[in-house]
């Protein structure tokens, strides 16, 4: 068990025993597996898979520590609440290519290791508090710790951006979005999240059901796959509002504006394995039987090329199932529009503890299966066994949107529908591709 599981494991037993029994949770049988196994030239017979998918099982968990490292990162590079010194836009550009900190950086390291000495009530603070405290690193080691964390992260990024660069000189554009479509299946696992990635997704459903690939009121059941959780995000790092989850409500809200299912009664899943994401959703749920609304910050950059539509989806989202809510001070150049979820929507939501490359929840019975920014985690072969588990947890005519392009070794009981490229930016520089699927 890795550090952050051990850390957030008495708040998810508590918090598991509030609510209702979920779904039974099991790993992959062999028979469920097979045509994966043989697209790709496996080699394990029944005894031996029953041994690899829990060892597979531990290793994807084991990489959640990582990815805390990479959001810790993340807010040392681009954090306001802890320091006013400029941010460093990218994370390639905080080492030399000696692999030295620049003095920016090195000035935000010893930033962040004042702050973690006087943490106060910062949210942030005090879960990288907890978390080097759980590795073991003493207080006069936070500051070397930082630092060397923030050289292998930057060199990590810097090797992303090389191999992306060197992918996209080639000739082969399908080369290029397999590169993509595996680009961090040795990293640390990240629980970050953000708006636009919504905004493709309800843009991919709204041409699904004008072209008759779904039909109105279809959606009861809905499985939201690693729904992450806005420590520091990669792209922006803003952290100057608390800890939040975006995607469950955003997809709830969508099916409700599209028309494709009812508010009432609309049953969610989140199917994550990180405990970080699924203590706080227990614990939203928890606040909000209680009455409590879930309230989220939503940030607009303005020196962004956000387009018209994208910008349109910011200034209405949360309209169908919450309310406007006093905004947080925000840094310069921000805009923000903050939204009151209504307790309801919040207390439906239900968090599994599930690893789609491993495991599935037999009689999940899902309409609708969404998976952003989470399968690009993996390689080819771990992506065939989450769609795999994935169809197995899914009704017929139900739909899987992901915005990771997935093998053609898919499930037969999976039909590809296809590929469609939603541009956030003016300059069409930043955007998403939606693939999607039906369930036979």
């Known amino acids: 068990m890795g550090n952050t599981q051990r850390f957030l494991a008495g708040v998810w037993v508590a918090c598991a025993v509030a609510c209702a029994a979920p779904p039974e949770v ?7 597996v097979q045509d994966a196994l043989t697209a790709f030239n496996r080699t394990e017979d029944a005894a031996a898979w029953d041994a690899w998918v829990r060892t597979q099982d531990r290793d994807v968990r084991a990489r959640t520590d990582r ?27 905080a ?17 962040a290791a004042a702050a973690l000495a006087h943490p106060g009530t910062n949210e942030r603070l005090l879960f990288a508090c907890d978390f080097l405290s759980l590795r073991g690193v003493q207080p006069k080691e936070t500051e070397a710790f930082l630092a060397a964390n923030l050289v292998r992260f930057s060199q990590e990024q810097r090797g992303y951006q090389e191999k992306l660069s060197l992918a996209h000189k080639g000739s082969d554009p399908h080369e290029e979005r397999f590169i993509w479509s595996t680009l961090f299946d040795q990293r640390g696992l990240s629980v970050d999240t953000s708006l636009l990635p919504n905004y493709a997704l309800e843009d991919t459903l709204r041409a699904m059901l004008r072209k008759g690939a779904l039909a109105p009121d279809s959606v009861r059941s809905i499985a939201v796959i690693g729904p992450g959780l806005d420590f ?25 504006r599209l028309g494709l299912g009812k508010l009432d009664g609309l049953r969610l899943v989140t199917l994550d394995l990180n405990p970080a994401v699924n203590a706080h959703l227990q614990r939203a749920a928890k606040q909000a039987r209680a009455g409590e609304s879930y309230v989220l910050q939503l940030p607009l950059n303005g020196a962004g090329d956000w387009t018209p539509q994208a910008v349109a989806y910011w200034e ?13 001070a925000a840094p310069k150049g921000l805009s923000v529009r903050a939204v009151a979820i209504r307790p309801k929507y919040v207390a439906s ?33 771990q992506q065939a066994l989450a769609m795999a588990a994935i169809a197995r947890m899914m009704n017929p005519g139900g739909a899987f949107l992901s915005n990771t392009v997935l093998p053609t070794q898919r499930p037969a009981a999976l039909e590809y529908l296809g590929r469609r490229n939603v ?12 693939v999607a699927y039906r369930r036979r």
């Open 26 to 32: 099991r790993f992959l049988s062999f028979a469920e």
């Open 67 to 93: 990815g805390v490292e990479d959001s810790i990162s993340n807010l040392i590079l681009r954090g306001t609440s802890f320091t006013a010194l400029p941010r460093v836009e990218s994370a390639e550009s």
């Open 95 to 111: 080492t030399t290519s000696a692999g030295e900190l620049v003095g920016a950086a090195r000035a935000r390291v010893r930033a």
């Open 232 to 256: 520091a995000d990669k792209r922006d790092g803003y952290d100057f509002y608390p800890l939040q989850t975006i995607q469950p409500f955003a997809v709830m809200e969508a099916v409700a």
């Open 316 to 328: 209405h989202f949360g309209e169908l199932i919450g309310s406007p809510a006093p905004s947080l």
């Open 349 to 381: 939501i239900e968090p599994l503890n599930l690893d789609v490359v491993a495991q599935v929840a037999d009689g999940s019975g899902f309409d609708l299966v969404v998976a952003t920014n989470i399968l690009v985690y993996y390689d080819r072969f």
């Open 423 to 434: 541009s956030y930016s003016a300059s069409g520089s930043y955007g998403d591709d939606v």
